[in-house]
């Protein structure tokens, strides 16, 4: 009798469970807390917070105009955007961020980080491929991508297939290469970045568990960097601050010189290179460097949708059945930020920030900060039902192999190896609610 109760209390909790249904930040229709914008047409990463004053707007709008600005070589154009290169990846910070999107490995948005094996920059190229330069200076290599198919199964029986990829650096313009590890980068989307720099550092140290002391096999770790600060932003969490990472993107993707890089991105051999005229000292002011953080700051996060549709709340259910939720945190509070209207949001960007060993299958080898070759970043998904509408692609994961949602899901390997058989295990009707409530966010 007393079995019976047992079984019976259990179906009662059971059903209590699942009538309870998924946990209510899944299904939050606001991520951005205040700071959502209801736009969700091709334009929706580019909007500003709601509320902003006219004097934020007004930053914004100038901000914006720098972050879409095509920067020239020294000489050659507007004062305001002198300098470009002598090497360099893009023109601007828009042609690697469309519409504030995604980048593609297709086009300019894609670079290929590059080291010696023990972590250092590679001698005569340094830390990134440069495939462009200004006149008379040698660009430092082509990058040929190419893909294998690599064909599976899920339990079901259907069939899918894994584009693997390839990179091959032709024509050097400064010598052998050596031995050397590389990382494919595509550039990230830029909203909801004042957010996650607002986020208390305590609550993204909360989440650690480097020896998997409760055993759920998630092993998450900051990127402690070399000063001490912790890393959030970068694909390997090895950026601390939205300044930071403007003023490295603009020296080593552009070239251009901030007060954080004064010194032209050459290397010691590359003559002409540093021979080459300077835009200013620096290129880009700091007074133009706060206008572009404020900028990427206060980008809104776009509305969730079809949050009422059955597919959806069930698909919620199964990213948490699955686990997906122990690495995609659902929810965090802001805190304290010089922009106001970024303090004291509930936001749900799905990311606990901190590096995760995702196995071989995604590895490059490169060490990044503290980040080891397997380690990545959990990336936010806010957004990520939009990619296609905004960025005019489904290009997913670090350097866009992943065609699609589901294939993105499959190349998770390491801690994620778990989450991933489930969803191979999962029926046909299972992956497509999953699906609907990722394309939902």
Not at 44 to 67: H, K, M, V, Y
Not at 140 to 169: H, K, M, Q
Not at 198 to 222: T, V, Y
Not at 390 to 409: K, M, P, Q, T
Request: aromatic share 8%.
């Amino acid at each position: 009798m007393r079995r019976v109760l047992s079984v019976m209390l259990s179906i009662i909790a059971f059903a209590v469970a699942a009538c309870a249904g998924p946990d209510v930040h899944l299904l939050d229709p606001n991520p951005g807390g205040d700071a959502t914008t209801e736009l969700n047409n091709r334009a929706a990463f580019s909007q500003p917070i709601p509320g902003l004053s006219d004097e934020e707007r007004l930053t914004f709008e100038i901000g914006n105009a720098f972050f879409d600005a095509t920067w020239t070589p020294a000489g050659e154009g507007s004062a305001a955007t002198d300098g470009l290169g002598p090497l360099f990846a893009a023109a601007s910070c828009g042609a690697c961020h469309a519409r504030d999107g995604r980048g593609s490995p297709e086009g300019e948005g894609f670079v290929l980080r590059v080291g010696a094996t023990d972590g250092s920059p590679l001698d005569g190229y340094g830390s990134q491929i440069q495939r462009r330069g200004v006149t008379g200076v040698p660009p430092e290599a082509s990058v040929v991508v190419s893909y294998t198919e690599e064909p599976g199964a899920y339990l079901d029986g259907a069939a899918f297939s894994l584009r693997v990829p390839a990179y091959t650096l032709e024509a050097p313009g400064y010598g052998s290469f050596g031995s050397f590890t590389s990382s494919p980068r595509v550039a990230p989307a830029t909203f909801g970045v004042g957010l996650i720099e607002a986020i208390p550092e305590d609550s993204l140290l909360g989440g650690e568990d480097p020896d998997d002391a409760n055993g759920d096999g998630i092993s998450g770790r900051a990127n402690r960097l070399g000063d001490g600060a912790v890393g959030r932003f970068g694909l390997k969490a090895s950026v601390p601050t939205v300044e930071a990472q403007v003023a490295l993107a603009f020296h080593r993707d552009l070239g251009i010189t901030s007060p954080a890089f004064p010194n032209e991105n050459c290397t010691t051999i590359q003559t002409a290179c540093a021979a080459s005229p300077s835009g200013g000292e620096p290129e880009l002011t700091n007074e133009r460097l706060q206008l572009i953080v404020a900028y990427v700051s206060t980008l809104a996060v776009p509305k969730r949708r079809n949050l009422d549709e059955a597919p959806v709340v069930a698909g919620a259910s199964l990213f948490e059945s699955l686990q997906c939720d122990l690495c995609h945190t659902p929810s965090f509070r802001t805190g304290d930020h010089g922009i106001g209207l970024l303090t004291g949001q509930l936001i749900t960007p799905f990311s606990d920030f901190l590096l995760h060993d995702m196995g071989e299958g995604l590895a490059d080898g490169k060490l990044d900060g503290s980040a080891s070759g397997s380690e990545w970043r959990t990336a936010p998904l806010w957004g990520l039902g939009l990619v296609e509408e905004v960025s005019g692609h489904s290009f997913l994961l670090h350097d866009g192999r992943a065609r699609s949602i589901e294939e993105a899901i499959l190349w998770h390997g390491g801690e994620a190896t778990a989450s991933r058989d489930g969803f191979i295990a999962l029926s046909a009707e299972d992956r497509r609610r999953l699906v609907a409530f990722l394309e939902s966010l």
